[in-house]
Nanobody, 115 residues
Framework: QVQLVESGGGLVQPGGSLRLSCAAS????????MGWYRQAPGNQRELVAR???????NYADSVKGRFTISRDNAKRTVYLQMNRLKPEDKAVYYC?????????WGQGTQVTVSS
């Protein structure tokens, strides 16, 4: 099993930046594919970015060029650097760890983009 704890959310003005962190504990972190998802009120949870165990990344079209996902296996942490934030990026951001069809979720961290 994997336990995930997100941090780094908060209130930021449009055009600003935040870096989210997701710290993992439990089973071997480096074998898991990691992802960031978000859910805005009234919307379904959607994929923001993923990074494979080998470091390959992919992004939702809405965040390409603005967000960067990375991982530090030694620290058992995955990051989401969010730049040029927009009001539509406001959501609860969740960290996910997946392996062999089994997924684990963190509790989420709120990101609010507002002037």
């Amino acid at each position: 099993q994997v336990q995930l704890v997100e941090s780094g959310g908060g209130l930021v003005q449009p055009g600003g930046s935040l870096r989210l962190s997701c710290a993992a504990s439990g089973s071997s972190f480096n074998v898991y594919h990691m992802g960031w998802y978000r859910q805005a009120p009234g919307n379904q949870r959607e994929l923001v970015a993923r990074i494979s165990s080998g470091g390959a990344t992919n992004y939702a079209d809405s965040v390409k060029g603005r967000f960067t996902i990375s991982r530090d296996n030694a620290k058992r942490t995955v990051y989401l650097q969010m730049n040029r934030l927009k009001p539509e990026d406001k959501a609860v951001y969740y960290c996910n760890a997946g392996l062999n069809g089994i997924g684990y979720w963190g509790q989420g961290t709120q990101v609010t983009v507002s002037s």
